[in-house]
Structure formats: C-alpha cells, structure tokens
C-alpha cells in the first residue's frame, strides 16, 4: 500500500514505464497548479449562467492540449443541438493524432463544464477558488470533471516526453455541456464522426471504490425524467367553504404518487425489468456514512444495497411546484406539477421504461384527476464488455498505477452519452474511469479532489497509453 501522497512501486523494470512515472511525480505541482488554474474558471453551462466563461474554459483547456505536443491539431469547435439547427451548444475541445504502424487510435473523454455552486453558505471556502485542505484541492469542478481534464493532459504529458514517437493514435474530445445534459453531443459525434473514430475510448467521468483501490464501472443505470401534472379543478376554491368534498389536485397527487413504490420503498410498477450480476458484499456502516442517513432511519427495498443501486430501477421526485409555507393559503390547489426521475436497470430500453411508469400512473390515477406528461427527456443504460483483451490491459495497468486490484462496480447514476458513444462506434472498446471516492461530493457543496487519487489516476492512465501501444 502507498500513502495519500506518494505513487505506488513500480511493479515494471521497462524503463520507460519508470520514466513515465518519474515525469508525473516531478510534474505533479504543475498539474495540481493547471487543476486549480480551470477550477477558477466558473464554466456553469446551465440557461441562466454566462456563456463566455464556458468559452473561456474551452480556450484554456485548448491551451492546455496544445501543451503536451502531441497532437496534430487542436480545435475548440461547437455544433448545432441538431442537426440542421441554428443553436449551438457549448464548445468542445477536439485535438487528433494519427496512429501509425498498425497501432491502435485511443479516444480520451472528459467534460470542462460544471454544476452551479448552489448556496454559497454551505461552502466551507469559495466554490471557484480552489483550496488545499489536507489531501483534497476543494473547488466547483475540481473533481467532476475538470481533474478527468487534467488526468489526460497529465498522462499525455508524461507520454510525449517518455515516448515522443509513440505509434499510438490519440484523439482528446473534452465536452463544453455535459451537466447540461450534452445536448449537442450525438449531432457532435455525426459532425465529427471521423476524427473521434477509435478502437478504445477512456470516459473519465466516474469514481473510485476508495482513495487507495480504483474502480472500473461495467455498467450504469438509463434514466427517464418527466414533468407530471396532476390537476382536478378549473379554478382554485377556498378550503374551508369545499373543502372535503371537492378533490384538490395535492390530494389526487399524493395518492397517486404512493402507488409508485412498494410498503419497504422499492419501485411498484411493472414493467420495470432488474439486471442479474455479482456485486462486492455491502459494508452497512459505509453506505450509512456515504448516504447520510440519520439515526433510525434505514435503507430502502430488500437485498444488497449494490445490487439496489447497480442492478434495479429506482423512482425519484425530485421537484414539486407548490405554495412555500411562507406563501400558503387556505386554498384547495386546482393544480400540480412534480418532476419525476426514474433509473433504468441495465438491460431495459429507457423508452420502454418510460411507458412502463407512465401506463402504471394512469392505471392509478386517483380521484378521477387529469394527467399530462412533459419534458420526457431519456438516457439508455449500459453494460461494458468486460471480456475484451482491452479490459485485461486496463485492469493491469490501474493495478500497478494505484498499487492495488480494481474493483468491477456499477454505478447508480446516468451517464446517458456512453450509450451514445457505444451506437455511433459500435466496434470500440469503452472503458469508464475517474477520479472521484466516497468524499468527493460532486455537485454538492464542499466538491474536492483526493490529490493521492489524482496522481494515481494519470500514473494508471499513462501506463494503460504506453501498453495500449504495443511497447
């Protein structure tokens, strides 16, 4: 095992490999120091937030390909949310290397943009100014994804300088709008279909089983969102004078919202299909820590908690418009609108998924209320093909970057675009990385990166670069 700090022991006598590891530890203030240089950067690519600052991001991430010397080109490029359409998304940074000699063509992803910093209250320092406190650089983006940003510079960097001449073809595609749900990003890959062309593509943009044992995610769960609502009145009435005769539209949506889930919590409705696979044993008190529960309060459903989060749907509200308390009358609601978020099993059609839940809330609809669904957004699930020889050479090279065995995990949330990616290359090899652990708190207030963490990903990286090319 190896400290928060310091890489792990060579497991290799080749001496480039030792060459590329000394590069990284040497070079680490500098990473670090290009880390905090984006995180300062408040790229939010939400409606509402300022444009040119995603730009602004996309140029210094550009600046930073250019760095490694290793590309041909270096291009900051958008395309059109669809195609033939006149908005644009957010721009992208799109660098290629040919390959030569017969060797493989690696595509690297990661995304610039970030998650708003949200209270302000709640950050022990400021979101965009980034601050070492122990092992972690705390920051908005300072893991989610701007250190998977810096993890490819960094192991390209230690790549051009150990092996100039690699045969190896490279292409980085670093997304300007991916917390913004990556609208632009299939007319993107059609747009640029031959320059992103590759055999194997490294999305870093996941976790990390611990700050000292790397994961490997092989599958992640769809997802479908709507906006419901619910509605029973032409006109909101005083509760007192109707009241308990006439059915507000709260009543009829709270009834109808408890069909959704069983007695212990697990999703009620057919058609929602679960996914059968191993998962590591759960450690209570670690998933009790990592989830916050209270005291009293206990998981939901039956079974393993990964197997739960990995391997079955789920069904979430996540947004409810409804008088505050500070505004409420005594008013019977005509009206309701909630947002619903539901996770899809690997294995399962995220459309298919979508009619599954949508049929079950009209079969339930209560009180005679009126339904309409809006907003229908899906993203499918996916299963990484874990017996391809590119698997072996990634687990092996994660080994000796981090000093310890990856963990194969699944992952809970969403990342709808691999999907994408797996129907645009069907014949590449996906592997999903990260640089996130339990502590990272991406998206929350307090965001960090582990700089242990950091400096074994880019050794893993680099090492995975330097066998993938034959040497």
């Known amino acids: ?46 409606d509402g937030f300022d444009a040119e600052r995603v730009a602004r991001s996309s140029e210094a991430v550009a600046e930073l390909a250019r760095s490694t010397g290793i590309f041909e080109t270096v291009d900051v490029t958008s395309v059109a949310f669809e195609e033939g359409g006149s908005d644009h998304g957010h721009p992208a940074i799109l660098a290629r290397r040919p390959a030569r000699d017969g060797a493989p063509t690696v595509l690297l992803y990661a995304h610039h943009d970030v998650q708003p910093p949200g209270d302000p209250a709640l ?14 650089l705390y920051g908005r983006g300072a893991s989610d994804d701007k250190a998977g940003v810096i993890t490819h510079i960094a192991a390209l960097r230690a790549l051009a300088e150990s092996t100039p001449d690699t045969p190896l073809g490279i292409v980085l595609f670093i997304e300007g709008e991916e917390e ?27 976790d990390n089983w611990s700050v000292d044992t790397p994961s490997l995610t092989v599958s992640l769960r769809g997802n479908v969102t709507f906006t419901l609502t619910v509605s029973t009145l032409a006109h909101a009435s005083h509760s007192g004078m109707l009241g308990g005769a006439a059915p507000d539209a709260m009543l009829a949506a709270v009834k109808l919202l408890g069909t959704l889930w069983n007695e212990d919590g697990s999703v009620a409705v057919a058609g929602l299909t679960s996914h059968d696979a191993d998962v590591p044993v759960a450690e209570l008190e670690r998933f009790r820590e990592e989830a916050g529960l209270l005291d009293g309060v206990e998981p939901i459903g039956a079974g393993d908690v990964y197997r739960q989060m990995w391997f079955q749907p789920a069904i979430t509200v996540t ?55 809006e907003d229908v957004d899906t993203g499918q699930p996916f299963l990484v093909d874990t017996s391809s020889d590119v698997f072996e050479v990634a687990r092996g090279a994660m080994t ?3 000093g310890a065995a990856p963990v194969d995990q699944g992952a809970g949330g969403s990342i709808p675009f691999i999907a994408t990616l797996n129907e645009t290359f069907p014949d590449a090899k996906i592997l999903v990385t990260g640089v996130e652990d339990p502590d990272t708190r991406a998206h929350s207030p307090n965001e960090s990166q582990h700089l242990g963490v950091l400096r074994r990903a880019i050794t893993a990286e680099a090492l995975l670069l330097h066998r993938l090319a034959g040497n």
């Open 180 to 206: 913004f749900g990556s609208r632009s990003f299939a007319n993107f890959l059609r747009t640029h279909r031959e320059t992103l062309d590759a055999d194997v593509i490294v999305v870093a943009d996941a």
């Open 123 to 136: 950050w022990e320092s400021e979101a965009f100014v980034p601050t070492v406190r122990g092992d972690r």
């Open 1 to 46: 095992m190896t400290d928060s700090h310091s890489g792990p022991r060579p497991s290799s006598t080749d001496p480039l490999e030792q060459h590329l590891r000394s590069r990284i530890d040497t070079t680490f203030p500098r990473t670090v120091a290009d880390l905090s240089s984006l995180v300062k950067i408040p790229s939010v690519s939400w």
């Open 400 to 402: 000796d970057g981090w």
């Open 319 to 373: 947004g409810v418009d409804a008088p505050s308390v500070q505004n409420a009358s005594n008013t019977l609601l005509p009206t309701m609108r909630v947002k619903i978020s539901a996770r899809v099993a690997p294995g399962q059609d995220a459309r298919d998924a979508f009619e599954a839940v949508r049929s079950h809330l009209v079969k339930h609809v209560a009180l005679g209320a009126h339904l309409d669904f």
